[in-house]
């Protein structure tokens, strides 16, 4: 199964910063199928990106994604107050679908 | 816009089957696939298996031999089955349409 490993841990940031979260894949991921969500505290999670690079319906334009392979990137280019939360990298190229560890970002 | 519901017992035995019913409203569940995803934080999200609306599956090899999931359209819902449960299976619970929309999640504890 293809492990997700996702950094930093934590990103303690102020709201208006950029912030850039890592996740990197064991093996390649099969057609870049990558997607990141979103979990904030007694919430499911909200999926934010699919396909490694593609929004999903309601998300706002400064959350980005990108990479290939076995490198991925969440970027959200300006935090909003409601961006701090857990963020997790999941693939979906190969049986079984696997998830990273997660990033929490957090106020700082 | 679809909505996701899980319900069934928020505490089962070890050894027992644990049993989970999503309910699809807004939309129809046929023609598409439905999963179920659980998380403890032990484990973190870890992904059960999913089934298509013509009934065909793919299950997690971790939990493969213990896990059934159902689809019934007639009643827009699909359920899920886990046998011989242990405190590990201790996590909640959600049902999802694909990865792109799910439920608030259930609670379930193993326990005696």
């Known amino acids: 199964e293809i492990v997700l490993t996702q950094s930093p841990g934590t990103l303690s940031l102020s709201p208006g910063e950029r912030a850039t979260l890592s996740c990197r894949a064991s093996?390649?991921?099969?057609?870049?199928?990558l997607a990141w969500f979103q979990q904030k505290p007694g919430q499911a999670p909200r999926l934010l990106i699919y396909?490694?690079?593609s929004r999903a319906t309601g998300i706002p334009d400064r959350f980005s994604g990108s990479g290939s392979g076995t490198d991925f990137t969440l970027t959200i280019s300006r935090l909003e107050p409601e961006d701090f939360a857990v963020y997790y990298c999941q693939q979906y190229g190969s049986s079984p679908w696997t998830f990273g560890q997660g990033t929490k970002v957090e106020i700082k | 816009q679809v909505q996701l519901q899980e319900s069934g017992p928020g505490l089962v035995k070890p050894s027992e089957t644990l049993s989970l019913t999503c309910t699809v409203s807004?939309?129809?569940?046929?023609?598409?696939?439905w999963s179920w995803i659980r998380q403890s934080p032990g484990k973190g999200l870890e992904w059960i298996g999913y089934?298509?609306?013509?009934?065909?599956?793919n299950y997690n090899p971790s939990l493969k031999s213990r896990v059934t999931i159902s689809v019934d359209t007639s009643k827009n819902q699909f359920s899920l089955k886990l046998s011989s449960v242990t405190a590990a299976d201790t996590a909640v619970y959600y049902c999802?349409?694909?990865?792109?929309?799910w439920g608030q999640g259930t609670m379930v504890t193993v326990s005696s």
């Open positions: 807004g939309g129809s569940i046929s023609g598409y696939y």
């Open positions: 396909a490694e690079s």
């Open positions: 999802a349409m694909g990865f792109d929309i």
């Open positions: 093996q390649s991921v099969s057609s870049n199928y």
């Open positions: 089934i298509y609306s013509s009934g065909s599956t």
